[in-house]
Nanobody
Framework: QVRLVESGGGSVQAGGSLRLSCAAS????????MGWFRQAPGEEREFVAA????????YYADHVKGRFTISRDSAKTTVFLQMSNLKPEDTAVYYC???????????????????WGQGTQVTVSS
């Protein structure tokens, strides 16, 4: 079992920055990919970013490219999502997830992930 705990959410004004963290513990499978998803009220949960086990490969949704950066620490126990130039449309609950690294397209689907955190709220005001 893998336990994921997110932190770092909050409220910021448009143009501001936040850094989310996801601490992983428990038994993991290698290779596995860590992803960030988000869900706004009344919307589907959508892919934001993902990072491979080695940290070499990173994947982003088009609407966050150039603004968000995903990274992981050398111990591979924590994944970060640095969010800059935030927009009101980035407002959502952000979830961390872990799953097998199958292929580059599959990891953008929430169905690829076996384990999820509880989510952290990000609110961006205009």
């Amino acid at each position: 079992q893998v336990r994921l705990v997110e932190s770092g959410g909050g409220s910021v004004q448009a143009g501001g920055s936040l850094r989310l963290s996801c601490a992983a513990s428990g038994r993991t499978f290698n290779p596995y990919v860590m992803g960030w998803f988000r869900q706004a009220p009344g919307e589907e949960r959508e892919f934001v970013a993902a990072i491979s086990w080695t940290g070499v490969s990173r994947y982003y949704a088009d609407h966050v490219k150039g603004r968000f950066t995903i990274s992981r620490d050398s111990a591979k126990t924590t994944v970060f999502l640095q969010m800059s130039n935030l927009k009101p449309e980035d407002t959502a609950v952000y979830y961390c997830a872990a799953g097998p690294h199958t292929d580059d397209e599959a990891l953008k689907s929430k169905n690829n992930y076996n384990f999820w955190g509880q989510g952290t709220q990000v609110t961006v005001s205009s």
